[in-house]
């Protein structure tokens, strides 16, 4: 997961930084925002793993160093407001840039407000996690899935209950192999069963083929073949390279949900006074091991 959102964060990033940029040289001096990116994951304690992250933005012409970009010497809380309680995050030395507390479990239908506080501003962002979801399949999310493709999606279906039948779900699939590795299940363009570059492998603006993603609503998941339960059966299409794979069955809250579809997401992400996305999920992920016959 981390890999995923770290791509789309400087993704986010740079589109901030060239937004200001162009050719005059009376443009305006550069002006860092703090950006957070991450997302509390219901049900799951707050670890390093799925830290918050926290950075200034960098001049367009750095190279982008990201525990230097990390925003040291910051109070960071996270409060229930539910119950009132505030939680200190704290960052690793070694990586300054993720905030976390392991002893807090986020809990799932409960919102949690992030706050960010330097000695020249203070940035805010809510989130309200989504109910849990039951997840029934005969996919492990404890280990790897070594599976030959054709024995997925309608042969391995993944049931869904969700007490929220407005809830949006995301279906991400992403894989993990390098470009120069990756071998196509199905070539897109040619007889080549590889890609002919990173550019290839990574095109689109979601970065298809490699990593293709959908969001639907829980009410729209209703399978009449698989006796009208809510049902992901399709997913085995998601898959377009032989090797690792991860997917990700998750009910996702409005911030990610702006930040995933919004002409600018870097402002969309639920965070007053920056940039990025503090989001929150409930799910599973599931490694899969897509075997060349």
């Given amino acids: 997961m981390k890999r995923i959102i770290f791509i789309i964060m400087i993704f986010g990033i740079s589109l901030f930084m060239m937004a200001g940029c162009d050719d005059s040289p009376a443009r305006p001096e550069f002006d860092a925002k703090i950006s957070i990116f991450g997302f509390l994951w219901g049900g799951e304690a707050l670890t390093q793993d799925r830290g918050i992250t926290i950075t200034y933005t960098q001049p367009p012409e750095a190279y982008y160093d990201l525990n230097a970009a990390a925003v040291k010497d910051a109070d960071v809380t996270l409060t229930d407001e539910t119950s009132g309680t505030s939680y200190t995050l704290t960052a690793d030395p070694d990586n ?6 392991v ?3 986020i809990q799932p239908d409960v919102t949690y407000t992030l706050t960010v506080v330097t000695d020249d501003r203070t940035v805010r ?19 790897v899935n070594e599976e030959y493709h054709e024995n997925l999606g309608y042969e391995k279906p993944v049931y869904i209950t969700s007490p929220n039948e407005s ?5 991400d699939m992403y894989c993990n192999e390098e470009w120069n590795t990756a071998e196509y299940i199905n070539p897109f363009f040619t007889d080549d069963p590889y890609p002919q570059n990173e550019e290839e492998y990574d095109q689109g603006m979601n970065a298809e083929p490699r990593h293709i993603w959908a969001i639907i609503p829980y009410r729209y998941l209703i399978a009449p073949d698989f006796e009208n339960r809510h049902t992901v059966f399709w997913y085995s299409s998601m898959i377009v390279f032989y090797g690792s794979n991860t997917m990700q069955i998750l009910a996702i809250d409005d911030n990610y949900h702006h930040y ?10 639920g965070v007053e006074s920056g940039i990025g996305c503090f989001g929150s999920v409930c799910g599973e992920d ?5 075997i060349k016959p």
């Fill in 167 to 171: 809830q949006l779900i995301l279906v």
């Fill in 125 to 143: 962002a809510t989130t309200h996690v989504p109910q849990a979801l039951t997840l029934e399949t005969d996919l492990d999310s404890e280990n």
């Fill in 260 to 269: 995933l579809t919004d002409e600018h997401p870097e402002w969309s992400g």
């Fill in 103 to 105: 002893d807090l479990i």
């Fill in 286 to 290: 599931y490694e899969l091991n897509i």
């Fill in 96 to 101: 300054p840039a993720y905030f976390y507390n």
